[in-house]
């Protein structure tokens, strides 16, 4: 199957909160931003961003909103129930969403090529060799 007629599908850990993408992402990477940091309470969050026509979600999802660098807002959504972080953005408002590569059913579809706000990175998260570095957003 070539990567443009690739499916990801995958959800929160309890399964009420679900999505499928068809298609390549747009970009797929790490960011290390301190929002995302704390929100997956990691070192970075792993992402993949599709264009919002190519995902579909199903479920209610409790939303977090904080400013984002540019200075809009960034809406992070997780599951209600189980608390599972799923993706970003807000359906049918967005033009592209990022699911979190944690939440994928197959976490071998993932292949980072980016890493995002790399100034802010701790010292033990990693970056891994080959990735495109990007101290903040790329433009």
């Not at 992402?25 to 960011?31: D, E, I, K, N, S």
């Not at 961003?49 to 997780?78: D, I, K, M, P």
């Not at 969403?97 to 995002?116: E, M, N, Q, R, W």
Request: proline content about 6%; charged content about 15%.
């Amino acid at each position: 199957m070539s990567e443009a007629e690739q499916t990801y599908t995958g959800g929160c850990l309890c399964g009420a909160v679900r999505y499928e993408a068809v298609g390549a992402p747009l970009f797929t990477g790490h960011c290390y931003c301190a929002d995302c940091r704390k929100a997956s309470g990691s070192g970075f969050i792993p992402f993949l961003a599709f264009a919002s026509a190519a995902v579909r979600f199903s479920g209610q999802t409790l939303q977090f909103r904080s400013r984002s660098f540019r200075g809009g807002e960034a809406v992070r959504n997780s599951c209600p129930v189980c608390g599972g972080l799923v993706f970003g953005g807000v359906v049918g408002e967005d033009s592209s969403h990022t699911l979190y590569a944690g939440s994928l059913d197959d976490p071998s579809l993932f292949h980072p090529k980016v890493a995002i706000f790399a100034r802010d990175r701790p010292a033990w998260a990693i970056i891994p060799p080959g990735l495109t570095v990007f101290d903040t957003m790329p433009g």
